[in-house]
């Protein structure tokens, strides 16, 4: 719902990506736009805000310049316990999403995309699959250029958007056209009081607002999921895919071929010929395919993207093969689900660089693949204490590295022809770096440099 711009402030909070898009919409829409970093915002955001004259602030928060908003759009990063949104809270101004507040600017269908793992890959390649089959489609959310900015200079048929457990916290009135709910496991339990159902409610937001004339796409598979959907009532049409069952699934699996079956319009392909391996893939490439069924892709359009991805940059990409070992750069792996899914791929000897800012992981699911798989753990973080006292048993060599290029050379050593250096950290990055990407680039710059 539009707000009525009369006697209206927009205070944004956070100088990122997201922030200065919803800052460069509301400016364009006609608030009085003000924009808070704690942080340093980076130069080539300040040139953006400036060259709309709207003023901001960074390293700081004025509680003066802030507390006079009648909304706050909210970075993701920025969790609700910091002081000033307490503060906005306690004084009942409504703090919301980027995303929520740039829904309102725009009538183009959004296929949207949450889960605790395989977000940006099955994202990145509905978009890819929308693209190939000619549509006007843009790419947004947690992977991309900000939804606010592209619904601000753009004029999109079609949104694909990742969706975050964070950004979808700040979200109310927000409907999607799609929802897809790729999977649930544990992850950023010390951002929800170490407390899983309150997790789980925030992945279902994605859920929230559908009609019967909207979709949810989800894996039926996923007991966390099925669990939880036994509590709630979706009007939508519920399309879900599986690889252990085919009754009542869209999607479904029969030895190697993968089944596509959408208002009775059949699609199939061997799972071989998928462009993306491993069982979690698999996953992936049935949601994006029910997802191409309902949008009426041609099927010859939606084989030709499956069998042709390339994949996303920090998700299981293969570095380079130094002296017979290969090295993969899976740093976008940043909790214990993720991690199992890339340790459940290796065929070879595993030494596994792990480790960062814990977030209240358990490790218990990774501990069978570890026993058969890994040879040798490069714990990769400021503190390494739980991984030493969770793993010291199960593999005969542990040691400590303080930077990516320290990791890569111990595991130069570690490693004989034949095995795998897997950086799969399980872990958030923030502890040694600025974030995954950052952490993934500078593992491959220094396989780079062996």
Not at 106 to 112: L, N
Not at 124 to 133: D, E, F, Q, R
Not at 220 to 243: C, G, P, R, Y
Not at 290 to 306: A, W
Request: aromatic content about 8%; some cysteine.
């Amino acid at each position: 719902m539009k707000i009525d711009k009369k006697n209206n402030r927009i205070v944004v909070l956070g100088g990122g990506e997201s922030g200065v898009g919803a800052a460069v919409l509301a400016s364009k829409q006609g608030f009085e736009v003000f924009l808070s970093d704690k942080g340093k915002i980076k130069p080539r955001h300040k040139q953006q805000l400036e060259k709309l004259n709207i003023p901001w602030e960074d390293q700081k928060h004025t509680p003066e310049l802030i507390l006079n908003a009648s909304e706050v759009i909210k970075s993701p990063g920025i969790s609700e316990k910091v002081p000033i949104v307490q503060e906005i809270i306690k004084k009942g101004i409504p703090v919301i999403a980027e995303i929520e507040f740039a829904s309102r600017y725009t009538d183009a269908k959004k296929i949207c995309i949450t889960g605790s793992n395989g977000k940006t890959t099955t994202t990145t390649l509905i978009y890819n699959m929308l693209k190939k089959a000619g549509l006007n489609v843009g790419l947004a959310g947690n992977v991309g250029q900000s939804f606010a900015m592209q619904v601000a200079e753009n004029n999109y048929d079609y949104y694909v958007i990742e969706l975050s457990s964070f950004q979808l916290d700040g979200m109310y009135s927000f409907k999607a056209d799609i929802a897809i709910l790729l999977n649930i496991s544990p992850d950023h339990l010390d951002r929800y009081d170490y407390k899983m159902e309150s997790y789980v409610k925030s992945k279902f937001r994605i859920t929230q607002n559908l009609s019967e004339d909207e979709f949810f796409i989800f894996c039926s598979d996923n007991d966390i999921t099925t669990e939880h959907l036994k509590n709630i009532v979706v009007k939508a049409k519920m399309l879900s895919f599986s690889q252990h069952k085919k009754t009542e699934q869209t999607a479904y699996l029969i030895d190697q071929l993968m089944y596509i079956n959408y208002q009775n319009n059949d699609f199939d392909m061997s799972i071989e010929e998928l462009a993306l391996k491993g069982r979690h893939n698999v996953y992936n490439s049935m949601a994006a395919g029910i997802t191409g069924q309902v949008l009426n892709i041609r099927k010859d359009i939606i084989r030709e993207s499956l069998t042709s991805f390339e994949g996303v940059e920090h998700r299981l990409e293969p570095v380079f093969k130094v002296r017979g070992v290969q090295y993969i750069n899976d740093s976008k792996a940043t909790n214990v689900n993720s991690a199992w899914y890339a340790l459940e791929c290796m065929t070879a000897p595993v030494v596994w660089i792990a480790g960062g800012q814990d977030k209240g992981n358990d490790y218990a699911e990774l501990f069978d693949l570890v026993k058969e798989k890994v040879k040798a753990i490069i714990c990769l973080g400021k503190d390494n204490t739980k991984l030493h006292e969770t793993f010291a048993e199960m593999v005969p060599t542990m040691v400590n590295a303080s930077s990516a290029s320290q990791a890569v050379n111990l595991a130069y050593d570690l490693a004989v022809p034949g095995d795998t250096v897997l950086l799969s950290p399980a872990c958030a990055s923030f502890d040694i770096f600025e974030n995954y990407e950052d952490r993934g680039k500078q593992f491959k710059e220094a396989v780079k440099n062996l």
